[in-house]
DNA sequence: CTGGGTAGTGGGAGCGCTCCCAAACTAGCG
DNA sequence: CGCTAGTTTGGGAGCGCTCCCACTACCCAG
């Protein structure tokens, strides 16, 4: 049995006007919500709708009109595992929701080898979407250039440089280093050390800006010999962990650019006899579940992921529609989430 | 300047038919590899395609052809929350892996509401996807049922009962909860309780009669008094650890039906003075970060996750093509991954 | 040499929409 | 009461593809 209609084909634009007697032209403007329809035909063809179960055919619609209703998340898979996984789960959810809302599709797209970039090239070339939102792009990445030379929306989840010349959305990260420092200071750690992300990427370099910030607002004199750089993986920060308590053992803090970072460096600590927070404060970037679940819980500064979503799904909608309200470069608050740790 | 072709148009079929100099069929018959192609037009047309960078148009294939090269995966966000997160993400990671290898699209779905729920019907019935997938479905869940009454290929991840009609790729969740009691026994531990998911879900019930069985096989005689019932949430784990260690004092190990609630049951029995494991063995499902991130480091059952989105994108491909070589129901082995905890 | 294949090919007829132009109506004004 | 200006409407012309039918070559057996 069809749920509606005969022989279980699905009823078509031209059904729909027949039935409410009116041309195809006007339900088509009933349904784009045109304002030039008179109210009599505005209700004849809402009814015809809802008696028919009509829902419009998006393949036809894309051919006809020049847009698709989909939007392209992309994610370059290299990254996927580094960072810590829950955060593009956040983001997904986000952006899902923004979406939703404005009826369009969402595309996955994980990129993880050449082949599969260069096959979603070809995907943006075909316009196959209104637009694409990228997250965790490196510095040298050409994707946003690719994109904005098709002329495509795009937004970028962080940037690329303090300069980027595409629309993005992104969190405090220099704010979130030095609300780390300052909160270390404040508990009376004089030497802070700091375990970055790779310096190839904006953010690790922001939250290492941050950490010298929040340094010189303590008070405090920097010391290179209390930096190391890994690269946002838990082995990398173990061993950056073990770097730094070897260059200097009186450190008595330690700022780690992500919480899978301070989960490494809470195994060297552990590992060298020191307890956290008593000889060792640790405080981590992400506000993850890794942070919640480590002896002791860390303290962790949070980015508003899922807002991140929303809003860079919100940017998106307004550049593709044309009308760009709201500002196309954000940076959202970050905020301390203090536990156990420091 | 355009990339190619005139005034920034894409290159259409019909152009590479005039360059190739063979008519629009033959143009169409070598992108969809057909056979009945003279090798001579084959080179022709591909050549041609090279020189234009011709992509095909999504849109004008799904509106004459009757399929999208889209597939949807549809993710019931009250269960994001409470499954471990990675295991989407996982998930996702097989999935699209595997839809990349066949060119076809990935569409996420999250639904949230009533509302979405709906539009997402309606979705489906306007034939806007070629499969669906679920994931978490529960086991009074309608929307595999309005799938197939669509009769839209779909494969679910885990399945709502012994007797699924429905496609599905399901993990040993009962060898999962009897290698798990099996390790304990071996450990000569002799009073092991479990803490299960909800008992509505089948995998909870799986998980549960793994644990009856592992007990059996090891000549140990059950006893109601050590199975509490919690929802995969850790504030759950942590209140049915509370009521077991109040119930039988005298237990001397946990099988968690996953990791976050035995994260949950850890922080009960550190409240209660409980040394795991010396005291207490614990046992967790899933071999989540939040597993090796445990203090001591969680021994837990380990599912393939990624696989089985590999394997259930690869039986939605089959259904969709009608090719039905591989099972269409399938239950992938489990592995037990052994640490400190037990 | 003929008839009956069989590979290979071209192109008409749509798929269901949007765009847009011209027709049909309305109203307002001199 | 005719004329202009504005509003609402119908429907033709595509969008770029696939499907499929008809047609041409060519081959082989009779």
């Given at each position: ?28 403007r ?6 030039r ?61 923004e979406?939703?809302d404005?009826?369009?599709q ?24 209104d ?22 929306p795009?937004?970028?989840n ?10 993005y ?12 420092v ?30 010298r ?26 061993r ?5 308590l ?15 970072m ?31 679940h ?16 929303r ?9 593709i ?7 196309r ?14």
């Open positions: 049995m069809a749920v509606n209609g005969r022989q279980g084909g699905r009823p078509t634009l031209e059904e729909v006007a027949a039935r409410a007697g009116v041309g195809r032209g006007t339900v088509s009933v349904i784009n919500g045109s304002p329809v008179s109210d009599r035909a505005k209700a004849a063809v809402s009814r015809a709708i809802a008696e028919l179960g009509y829902v419009p055919n998006r393949a036809a619609r894309a051919l006809a009109g020049a847009r698709t209703d989909a939007v392209a998340l992309v994610i370059p898979e290299t990254e996927a595992r580094l960072f810590a996984e829950p955060y593009f789960l956040d983001i997904i959810r986000g952006v899902s929701a979406l939703a404005a009826d369009k969402l595309l996955l797209t994980l990129i993880r080898s050449r082949k599969e970039r260069q096959r979603f090239e070809q995907y943006l070339a075909a316009q196959r979407v637009g694409v939102l990228l997250v965790s792009v490196h510095a040298d990445d050409p994707l946003p250039d690719v994109v904005r030379e098709l002329s495509i795009a937004v970028l962080g940037r690329r440089s303090e300069s980027e010349p595409v629309a959305v992104d969190s405090d990260n220099v704010g979130a280093g030095r609300s780390a300052a909160h270390l200071a404040e508990r009376g750690r004089r030497r802070i050390a700091t375990i970055t992300g790779p310096l190839d990427m904006y953010v690790a370099r922001c939250r290492l800006d941050g950490y910030q929040g340094l010189a607002a303590a008070g405090l004199v920097g010391d290179e010999r209390l930096v190391a750089a890994a690269d946002f993986t838990e082995e990398g920060g173990r950056a962990m073990r770097d730094l070897e260059r200097c053992p009186d450190l008595d803090a330690v700022f780690a650019a992500s919480d899978v301070a989960a490494g460096a809470r195994v060297a600590l552990r590992e060298t006899g020191r307890r956290v927070p008593d000889d060792v404060a640790l405080v981590g970037v992400d506000d993850s579940a890794v942070a919640r480590m002896d002791p819980p860390l303290t962790s500064v949070r980015q508003p992921i899922e807002e991140m979503g809003v860079m799904a919100r940017v998106l909608l307004q550049e529609a044309g009308t760009e309200a709201e500002p470069q954000l940076v959202l608050p970050t905020e301390l989430v203090v536990r156990d740790s420091a």
